[in-house]
């Protein structure tokens, strides 16, 4: 569903993300789990498994603590790029020449993915 059957996108999430996802739904939205739980493999998202310690020590100081598993597991799924609703969390990476992920918010992905799709239909 997520990947709309287009051969140029493949979602992809990390097992870390998906933990804090259930996390906070738990914490803010207890009686959405059971819509989550039956929808979730729907997206058809590949799930990077959660980085190992020493994977995330080279990516201290790009952001913060709690979301350098996020980008590491964005870094290992070979994502081209990291959506997120807290862009600024990943300011620190501007300066870094050794992550290809391009940083984009919601809008910007479904932005960017309508540019994608256009080019690809005029083939």
Known sequence: ML???LPFLIGITGRYNIHEIERALRRKA???IPIYQTYFHELNLE?????AKE???PYHGYTSEKDVPVLV???NGNADFLVTGDKKDF????HCKDIMLQILSPS???EAI???FQDFQKG
């Open 3 to 5: 990947c709309l059957g």
């Open 30 to 32: 207890p009686k959405v």
């Open 47 to 51: 799930i990077v498994p959660i980085p």
């Open 55 to 57: 994977e995330l020590k």
């Open 73 to 75: 597991s964005a870094i």
């Open 91 to 94: 300011s620190g990476l501007k």
């Open 108 to 110: 910007e992905c479904i």
């Open 114 to 116: 309508g540019r994608v």
